[in-house]
């Protein structure tokens, strides 16, 4: 149980194009979504913290124009990367919440690589 | 807000020796404290979890102490094998948020 859907796994595409990520949960109802960048040997940088129907919550220096979040349903939240550049290129992972309190496990996506050339 | 400190970035064992990993936080009031394991190229599986009114929790060769008094906690993983080779990270939950750690290279060497 548990799972968690991240598509596309690697994106490999030219600088200005818009790319879209999907983050879905497949067999559990995700009130809350996260959406983490991780570089080469480092650990999980939160972006932004997404609940269902409403707007997502931006860490600071996250640019919110660049970085588009939508979770327009319990199990889908989408990240939209705008006119991308080649310093965005990193390695993206979503991960969703169970309802059940804020104390509830959070379950990982397996990523997408985003190579912006 | 929540400091996490992980420790060692790196950890070399023997295959049938045991690993133990260490976090430290800084608010006391994190009240779960998850870990995960994640593998090159994939996304971090939760793999045991504790929650602040226990010590100590055992799932077969894993186990995770939380010592709410020191804030710390640890991982335990016994009779290691080649396949636990990935990096670890621990986290702790305060408010809506996780903090990470900045994770621990295991290495087992058959």
Known sequence: GAVVSQHPSWVICKSGTSVKIECRSLDF??????WYRQFPKQSLMLMATSNEGSKATYEQGVEKDKFLINHASLTLSTLTVTSAHPEDSSFY???????????????????????IL | GENVEQHPSTLSVQEGDSAVIKCTYSDSASNYFPWYKQELGKG????????SNVGEKKDQRIAVTLNKTAKHFSLHITETQPEDSAVYFCASHTGNQFYFGTGTSLTVIP
């Open chain 1, 29 to 34: 109802q995700a009130t809350t979504m996260f």
């Open chain 2, 44 to 51: 971090p599986q939760l793999i045991i979890d504790i929650r």
């Open chain 1, 93 to 115: 992972i979503c991960s969703a919440r169970q309802r059940g309190g804020f104390n509830q496990p959070q379950h990982f996506g397996d990523g997408t690589r985003l190579s």
